[in-house]
């Protein structure tokens, strides 16, 4: 394992957490161009109907996830996320979920050890490492 990688848990890691407030205002802009997700989040916010559940994600760490990602919490989900792919990390995204203490494991450019690494802290959710209960995955990678 590369000196960058522990066993021990960490809320995040990410390539830079000073992109966040980039990430964010990104954000911000891509959510008027997400009617569907805005209209989930306005629907069903108050009534929490995710409550209790804890999601891992494994897709492209974008602005469009991000949206998607602080959807699911909106709703009530625990989510914590990786990407799927070594080089799709959108480093301003990923810094913007870090910041909102959603813990995500993504940077452009990881090494296939690292990558590995992000997978494994998504299998299981938080410090006390609960399992999960619903993965969004689109490449199987967290199966």
Not at 52 to 63: K, N
Request: charged residues 20%.
């Amino acid at each position: 394992m590369s000196t960058t990688m522990t066993t021990e848990y960490l809320p995040y890691k990410v390539k830079d957490i000073s992109l966040a407030e980039w990430g964010r205002k990104e954000i911000r802009l891509a959510e008027a161009e997400m009617p569907g997700l805005m209209a989930l989040r306005a629907k069903y916010a108050g009534e929490k109907p995710l409550a209790g559940s804890r999601v891992a994600g494994c897709l492209h760490m974008t602005i469009q996830t991000a949206v998607l990602i602080e959807t699911l919490v909106d709703l009530g989900a625990d989510v914590t996320w990786s990407s799927c792919n070594i080089f799709s990390t959108q480093d301003h995204a990923a810094a913007a979920i870090a910041a909102a203490g959603i813990p995500v494991y993504a940077w452009k450019g990881m090494t296939e050890e690292e990558f590995e690494w992000c997978i494994r802290q998504t299998l299981f959710f938080g410090a006390e490492r609960k399992p999960l209960n619903l993965i969004l995955d689109d490449g199987g990678d967290l199966t």
